[in-house]
């Protein structure tokens, strides 16, 4: 099993512009979900799945879109990159929300100019 | 809402000593976990353990173990014979069990700097 993959490792990007980070798992988990990680801040949910074609908000949605066409994947989307966007994103997943331990993907390293 | 503290931002041990990282956390439900990752300079997030706040043994992996006070809502990580690989920021993290509150919610970390 590779677990939770990410990608890319590392992007930059210019204000307005839009991006999609790819998170990709075999394990076939239920659950799925992104997490922005920034200085002092831990790391704080952005939008979570619990199956395909099912998707909610988590603490800090604004800014960020998903969608989970199928078990294996769950993308998240950019939709007008600004500078307040600048952090360290990381996917995670589990067999259910709430009842298992997540497995974390290395992260992606996203810059805003 | 939940809420986990860590209120040591920084820590420093020797090697070969022991050392305990502290996290509190607020809640009004019952049954939960508690977790305890590490995050080295590589970024990956690594689970270090895991404790079901219905158990009232305390979690150990080799090296590391915790002291789960379940009514004073603490949870502190135990490192015993301290490791240079044991560098890293430790999170601690809290899961309330099953629904749609099962996400986690993470304290602010720990950087642990182990020295020779």
């Known amino acids: 099993n590779a677990g939770v993959t990410q990608t890319p490792k590392f992007q930059v990007l210019k204000t307005g512009q839009s991006m999609t980070l790819q998170c990709a798992q075999d394990?076939?988990?239920?659950?799925m979900s992104w997490y922005r990680q920034d200085p002092g801040m831990g790391l704080r949910l952005i939008h979570y799945?619990?199956?395909?074609?099912?998707?909610d908000q988590g603490e800090v949605p604004n800014g960020y879109n998903v969608s989970r066409s199928t078990t294996e994947d769950f993308p998240l989307r950019l939709l007008s990159a600004a500078p307040s966007q600048t952090s360290v994103y990381f996917c995670?997943?589990?067999?259910?929300?709430?009842?298992?331990?997540?497995?974390f993907g290395p992260g992606t390293r996203l810059t805003v100019l | 809402a939940q809420t986990v503290t860590q209120s040591q931002p920084e820590m420093s041990v020797q090697e070969a000593e022991t050392v305990t990282l502290s996290c509190t956390y607020d809640?009004?439900?019952?049954?939960?976990?508690l977790f305890w990752y590490k995050q080295p300079p590589s970024r990956q997030m690594i689970l270090v353990i895991r404790?079901?706040?219905?158990?009232?043994q305390n979690a150990t992996e080799n090296r590391f173990s915790v002291n789960f006070q379940k009514a004073a809502k603490s949870f502190s990580l135990k490192i015993s014979d301290s490791q240079l690989g044991d560098t890293a920021m430790y999170f601690c993290?809290?899961?309330?069990?099953?629904?749609?509150?099962?996400?986690?919610?993470f304290g602010k970390g720990t950087k642990l700097s182990v020295k020779p």
């Open positions: 809640t009004s439900e019952n049954n939960y976990y």
């Open positions: 404790q079901e706040a219905y158990k009232q």
């Open positions: 799945s619990v199956g395909a074609g099912i998707t």
């Open positions: 394990m076939n988990h239920e659950y």
């Open positions: 995670a997943s589990s067999y259910g929300l709430g009842t298992d331990t997540q497995y």
């Open positions: 993290a809290f899961m309330n069990y099953g629904g749609s509150q099962g996400n986690l919610i």
